[in-house]
């Protein structure tokens, strides 16, 4: 497995503390871009929590530093922000039909343990949240490796491609779904749930009552409370836009700091 890895130049100034990193794998189909958002107190003998947001489809490693104010989460939680690239369309699974897609493979095997690493973060607290693809994505990686991730969150995430076959390029990663309509089931955050058993993790899910998603994101928290996961539902006006998720993401945050055990809570 070729493996290079280049560090930008820091960008610090009054208003943000980010890095960024590109790394190169056989895993994924390009270079990933990953922006690293750091908190602005020096901590240097306690590891600090890390928040991986992933992008929605057609985005890329920018798309939450362009939502929201990354630089004020981290400072205000005290923890590092890393967003990867979702690489337009990977949907940030082990495609069965493409080599260069093996995003989770290469989440857990690469990208994890490189910002571990790198960075001052304590790995027993990894937090994992995105918007659409990137929910869809966030809740996959928890339900495939609870053991490395102890919560995720997901803000109108697509959560059973079965509902929306034929779009998003899911044909690129998952053939086409009159061929394999079960596998965009098995695939999907709710075929996985299915077939899982309830854990300790937590999990938060929020999407707006006028979003496409809507019914699909209700059905997942359904199920998740049959088989008693732990998991809240946030339910409120809006659509699948960037206004909805710039509003919805300091939701995940404090969920998260609730269960952030690296430094004391009182200093927030």
């Known amino acids: ?79 590092y922000i890393i967003s990867p690239s979702g690489f337009y369309d990977s949907w940030y699974i082990n495609s069965p039909v493409r080599e260069n897609i093996q995003y989770q493979s290469y989440f857990i095997n690469e990208l994890l343990p490189l910002m571990i690493n790198t960075f001052n973060i304590d790995s027993k607290n990894v937090f994992v949240s995105g918007l659409s693809m990137g929910g869809f994505g966030a809740l996959s990686l928890l339900l495939h490796y609870p053991d490395k991730i102890k919560a995720a969150g997901s803000t109108s995430g697509v959560l059973d491609l079965t509902h929306f076959p034929n779009r998003w390029g899911l044909e690129k ?48 928290y359904n199920l998740a409370k049959q088989k008693k996961f732990d998991i809240q539902f946030i339910s409120r006006p809006g659509g699948h836009t960037w206004q909805y998720w710039k509003e919805s993401i300091p939701y995940h945050f404090l969920f998260f700091s609730r269960q952030f055990t690296s430094y004391d809570n009182k200093e927030k």
């Open 173 to 220: 990663v998952l053939g086409q779904y009159k061929d394999y309509g079960e596998r965009y089931y098995v695939y999907s955050p709710m075929g996985k749930l299915v077939v899982s058993s309830a854990f300790i993790n937590k999990i938060i899910i929020d999407c707006g009552t006028e979003d496409f998603a809507y019914e699909v994101n209700r059905e997942f």
């Open 1 to 79: 497995m070729k493996l290079l890895l280049f560090i930008s130049l820091l960008i610090c100034n009054a208003f943000s503390i980010q890095q960024t990193i590109i790394m190169e794998s056989g895993r994924i189909p390009y270079a990933d871009t990953i922006l690293v958002t750091m908190p602005d107190k020096e901590f240097e003998n306690e590891k600090l929590p890390a928040v991986f947001l992933l992008h929605g489809w057609s985005g890329d490693f920018r798309q939450w530093d362009k939502i929201t104010d990354l630089q004020q989460l981290a400072d205000q939680y005290l923890c």
